[in-house]
């Protein structure tokens, strides 16, 4: 009798404390608060550029939700250092309670969609994610419940790969090189008058051959055009320039036999196949732009003439109706059509990488910039790379691709204030340079400023694509995960695979990771992520122990890590990180 009463009194005290006011009465609120079901997606959470979305959906049953009651829900994350992060409050009312909030519906239930952004701070890691929630009416504090673990941290995997661009150089195995000269005839003759083979421009071209010869260049040809003045009738000028070509071959081989150029090459200028005849006929455009470059007094006239005609014969008759005007083409302009044109077509040979490599030490003066800027590209030693980039930059001070090379070598030996300082140099010379506005950019982003980077790298974006990959990186980093993988385009890297995995795409990421025949812990890592995230254990095990092997350092790393939180009472995944 006396147990009776005191369970009477009990029961009595409670529904005091609770409060009930409805006929559905609170007090069943907090005891049937285990029946709210709540998802939370994705779970575990995830950071993405710097913060975590959580985003819960709580479902309250039908004949739950008292249509007097105002429940205040408040999300909060209890952190691995001990510490609870409040999130947002709301608040839930019933659909008989006085004030605002979210209503919920006593006879159907209700839906609460929640969603916050909080800061990423690394105590999140293993954190948990609890729902507090307070009944208003009485200052009820419902028991706390957790609906999620930890967060999914991969995103920061990513790796200092930023793409730092050398300004190339433009050195070649063979340099063209081409003498023009001309031969001129006597009206309606192809023979080649004897001052025409003294002439000023043909002792030139002597000399070109002469110093090809002591440079040892390859002559690979002799290209002719041959021409008539159009003063004479259509079939006569059509045989008398090929006539002009004919004899201005024989005359540049007699030239060079002369010289005695096959010193050079057995075949210089004696061949046959050594000769090609280009153009050949009446030089109507030679005649139109003479005419155009001159002060003769009917010049206009004179122009249209010959676009109001296209045959020859009318042409000439009107020309030569202009008598006077006729005269002077006769003896200005008509002359210097009759001619043949050589070009001659020569390779000079640049020093062998053997012998650059000798005058880089040697005699590095005696080498032009682009000979040193490809020198460097010959060794696989920073320091050496490093050396000469710098003679170059002493001997061609105007050159920003000097300071920015030695740019670049700094970065790759992670001297960031110093590269910074040669790239600066490089802007001066070189203003608004995408390569050098690209490279500022990766100075900024390695010291952590990655607005001053994106700015660089969106003045730089001509620079090619190693300028989108760079901004892939920041787009990881700020959780833009498909513009990512849109920038980081066709290169296979580990950060390229990263970003597949973080948008959703494992199998990608696996591809991607494994083009990139990286084989480093890290590599192994994230390859471990993607068998977990695709269910396949065995894959996941052999892959975190080849992480672990090659770095133990990660032990810790696996053990906490919320991509493997289902794993973590395995027996093989325990063996792994003991």
Not at 70 to 93: F, M, R, Y
Not at 535 to 545: A, G, R, S, V
């Amino acid at each position: 009798m006396k147990k009776q009463k005191i369970q009477s009194l009990s029961a009595i005290c409670m529904v005091a404390a609770i409060g009930l006011t409805g006929c559905s009465g609170l007090s069943k609120m907090a005891k049937d608060a285990n029946k709210i079901s709540y998802s939370v997606t994705p779970n575990p959470m995830q950071d993405n550029g710097d913060s975590v979305d959580v985003n819960i959906v709580a479902k309250y049953p039908a004949k739950y939700f008292s249509k007097k009651a105002i429940v205040t829900v408040v999300p909060a994350l209890k952190l691995s250092d001990g510490t609870e992060q409040p999130l947002k409050s709301v608040t839930l009312i019933g659909e008989k309670a006085a004030g605002s909030g979210i209503k919920i519906n006593y006879e159907q239930g209700g839906r609460l969609n929640y969603n916050d952004k909080v800061a990423y701070v690394p105590s999140m890691k293993v954190d948990e994610l609890y729902i507090d929630a307070t009944l208003e009416n009485d200052n009820k504090k419902f028991p706390a419940i957790k609906i999620a673990d930890g967060t999914i941290t991969t995103a920061k995997l990513l790796q200092h790969d930023d793409k730092v661009i050398l300004g190339k150089d433009d050195f070649k195995k063979t340099i063209p090189e081409r003498d023009t000269s001309h031969i001129y005839y006597a009206i309606s003759q192809s023979h080649v008058r004897p001052m025409e083979m003294r002439s000023k421009e043909m002792k030139e071209f002597k000399e070109f051959v002469e110093k090809g010869i002591k440079d040892e260049f390859k002559f690979n040809e002799v290209g002719i055009s041959a021409y008539a003045s159009p003063d004479g009738p259509s079939r006569f000028n059509d045989k008398l320039a090929k006539d002009r070509a004919n004899t201005a071959i024989a005359a540049m081989r007699g030239l060079f036999r002369e010289m005695n150029t096959r010193k050079c090459n057995t075949k210089f200028g004696s061949e046959k196949s050594f000769y090609t005849v280009g153009t050949t006929g009446m030089d109507w455009d030679g005649f139109k732009k003479l005419v155009e470059e001159s002060n003769l007094k009917d010049k206009e006239i004179i122009l249209r003439v010959l676009s109001m005609y296209a045959d020859h014969d009318q042409r000439m008759k009107e020309l030569k109706a202009l008598s006077a005007t006729y005269v002077k083409l006769a003896g200005d302009v008509l002359p210097k059509l009759r001619r043949s044109v050589i070009v001659l077509n020569a390779e000079k040979r640049s020093p062998t990488d053997e012998q650059l490599k000798s005058l880089v030490s040697s005699d590095p003066g005696s080498l032009t910039v682009e000979e040193l800027l490809y020198a460097a590209t010959l060794t696989n030693d920073m320091n050496q790379k490093f050396s000469i980039y710098k003679t170059a930059a002493k001997q061609y001070p105007n050159d920003w691709r000097c300071p920015n090379d030695m740019g670049y070598i700094e970065v790759m030996q992670n001297n960031l204030s110093d590269a910074r300082m040669e790239f600066q140099k490089a802007d001066q010379l070189s203003s608004n340079n995408p390569i050098v506005q690209n490279n500022l950019g990766v100075i900024a982003h390695l010291n952590g400023n990655r607005k001053e980077a994106m700015k660089y790298f969106e003045s730089a974006t001509s620079a090619g694509p190693d300028v989108a990959y760079n901004i892939g990186l920041l787009d990881i980093q700020n959780g833009n995960y498909s513009e990512a993988v849109t920038n980081m385009g066709s290169f296979n890297t580990f950060n390229s695979a990263l970003a597949k995995v973080l948008n959703n795409d494992p199998q990608g990421g696996k591809s991607t990771l494994d083009a990139s025949n990286d084989d480093g812990a890290i590599a192994y890592y994230l390859k471990a992520i993607i068998a977990a995230r695709t269910n396949n254990k065995p894959e996941m095990i052999t892959d975190l122990k080849e992480a672990v092997n090659k770095d133990a350092s990660l032990k810790q790393q696996i053990k906490t890590d919320c991509e493997f939180i289902k794993y973590r009472t395995d027996a093989d995944f325990k063996s792994i990180t003991e």
